[in-house]
């Protein structure tokens, strides 16, 4: 797929862009808004949906929890990486149940890709717990 590298790039896209929100990071307006774009189109990817596999939808979230797991180690701000974190996570359950009934192995692939050792500290410090985390109630209980 063509958008294979967005998705595997939004890690580093993710962190760029929750930096600068944050105002972390150096740049421009003309840099910001690159960034802000950056995100826009991966989201919109997303979106679109990729009933053809689970593995890609695993592999975003995987993506956003990386960052969040390298800033909270590290001790610097989480606030941004935390939003997308959300609307990642909430946009892959909204996917699934949207096109769980024509592609029954999403079940199956999404959690594949997700980097199960980071799950504990997503589902505690960005939801709130597994009760609160829409992901860990749908893929991982």
Not at 57 to 67: E, I, K, N
Not at 88 to 97: Q, R, T
Not at 98 to 105: G, I, L, P, Q
């Amino acid at each position: 797929m063509k958008s294979d590298w967005m998705r595997d790039a939004a890690g580093t896209i993710f962190r760029l862009y929750s930096l600068s929100m944050d105002g972390l990071l150096d740049i421009n307006d003309n840099e910001k808004q690159i960034l802000t774009s950056s995100y826009e189109t991966i989201i919109y990817i997303a979106r679109k949906g990729n009933a053809d596999s689970g593995h890609y939808y695993g592999a975003l979230y995987s993506q956003a929890m990386a960052p969040y797991i390298c800033a909270l180690q590290s001790g610097q701000s989480t606030r941004q990486l935390e939003v997308i974190i959300r609307e990642v996570g909430n946009m892959i359950v909204h996917l699934y149940k949207r096109e769980r009934n024509t592609n029954y192995a999403l079940k199956r692939e999404i959690p594949e890709r997700i980097i199960a050792e980071y799950m504990p500290y997503v589902t505690e410090n960005v939801w709130g717990g597994k009760s609160s985390d829409p992901v860990w109630n749908e893929f991982f209980t």
